[in-house]
Nanobody
Framework: QVRLVESGGGSVRPEGSLRLSCVVS????????MGWFRQAPGKEREWVAN???????HYRDSVKGRFTISLDNAKNTLLLQMNNLRPEDTGVYYCAAGSGWCPDKRSYNFWGQGTQVTVSS
């Protein structure tokens, strides 16, 4: 059984940083699509970043240069380092595992429970 558990969310001021973790069991993080998504109140869940087969990270334009997705293979964990946070980054962040076209949330069949990120002055 595949299980994903996120942690690391919180409240920060603009330009602050957070590091999200997603511990995965039942599946290796180094295969297929591993992604981060977020959902703001009243909005659809949107793709943030993904890594495919353990490499080739991709990011949505609004987070490029600020967010970094990576893997800790020894701990089978997906990470998201978020720097220079903005109020528009606020939302519930979800990690997910799947296969196919990684930026498409329909490619993912395993999801974590989400962790709240709030950016506000």
């Amino acid at each position: 059984q595949v299980r994903l558990v996120e942690s690391g969310g919180g409240s920060v001021r603009p330009e602050g940083s957070l590091r999200l973790s997603c511990v995965v069991s039942g599946r290796t993080v180094g295969r297929g699509c591993m992604g981060w998504f977020r959902q703001a109140p009243g909005k659809e869940r949107e793709w943030v970043a993904n890594i495919f087969d353990g490499s080739n990270p991709h990011y949505r334009d609004s987070v490029k240069g600020r967010f970094t997705i990576s893997l800790d293979n020894a701990k089978n964990t997906l990470l998201l380092q978020m720097n220079n946070l903005r109020p528009e980054d606020t939302g519930v962040y979800y990690c997910a595992a799947g296969s196919g076209w990684c930026p498409d949330k329909r490619s993912y069949n395993f999801w974590g429970q989400g962790t709240q990120v709030t950016v506000s002055s």
